[in-house]
């Protein structure tokens, strides 16, 4: 069955410095990619998408590429702040029939220091 | 628009108790999703419905775990007899017909 694998936490960074976290899936056909962000108390938000290979999803300064070839879909921002410090989800969608709700990954906590 | 509106947003109870967690879609989303988080497990999918009618509920742990929807406002979970190791978060998602899930605050679920 479909599957996703994002890098384990807490991630701990400086304001400012480079985050990328990973996330590779297992699935069939060519499914559709998100990443979503919890902060604390709160639900799950939609980040990011895309929905076919090659895609860039971008928002509020993060950005993550749909690359097949490597089953892959790496979150990335270049300056992160205090206000990013929260749980991201990297999630996909299937492409085949029934496959409505998304798999999600564990979560990876993100936790940025001043 | 409110969003995905949960209730209650905490429950603490008694093992044996029946728990009801409700959701109110989105207005128009005719997908409707409930999720459970814990830290071991991370997010499962429980159970899903398009336009009123379960779809899957593969997710569903065992036979004390009901859900319905009666209609397209309106959803429950219900557990019963509730046992501690059901404490989790409990969302309730939604999306319209081809399009991105949007979220609930969730309810937080204890039980002693």
């Known amino acids: 069955g479909d599957s996703v694998t994002q890098m384990e936490g807490p991630v701990t960074l400086s304001e400012e410095a480079f985050l990328t976290i990973n996330c590779t899936y297992t699935?069939?056909?060519?499914?559709?990619l998100f990443w979503y962000v919890q902060y604390p108390g709160e639900g799950l938000q939609l980040l990011l998408k895309?929905?076919?290979?090659?895609d860039k999803g971008s928002n509020k300064g993060f950005e993550a590429t749909y690359r097949k070839e490597t089953t892959s879909f790496h979150l990335e921002k270049g300056s992160v702040q205090v206000s990013d410090s929260a749980v991201y989800f990297c999630?996909?969608?299937?492409?085949?029939?029934?496959?409505?709700?998304?798999?999600f990954g564990k979560g990876t906590h993100l936790i940025i220091q001043p | 628009d409110a969003g995905v509106i949960q209730s209650p947003r905490h429950e603490v109870t008694e093992m044996g108790q029946e728990v009801t967690l409700r959701c109110k879609p989105i207005?128009?989303?005719?997908?409707l999703f409930w999720y459970r988080q814990t830290m071991m497990r991370g997010l499962e999918l429980l159970i899903y419905?398009?336009?009123?009618?379960?779809?899957?509920d593969s997710g569903m742990p065992e036979d004390r775990f009901s859900a319905k929807m009666p209609n397209a406002s309106f959803s429950t979970l219900k557990i019963q007899p509730s046992e501690p190791r059901d404490s989790a978060v409990y969302f309730c998602?939604?999306?319209?017909?081809?399009?991105?899930?949007?979220f609930g605050a969730g309810s937080r679920l204890t039980v002693l």
């Open positions: 998602a939604s999306r319209p017909p081809a399009n991105v899930l949007t």
């Open positions: 999630a996909l969608r299937g492409s085949g029939g029934g496959a409505d709700g998304l798999t």
């Open positions: 699935a069939t056909g060519y499914p559709s």
């Open positions: 419905f398009n336009n009123n009618v379960p779809i899957d």
């Open positions: 895309a929905t076919k290979a090659d």
């Open positions: 207005s128009g989303h005719n997908s």
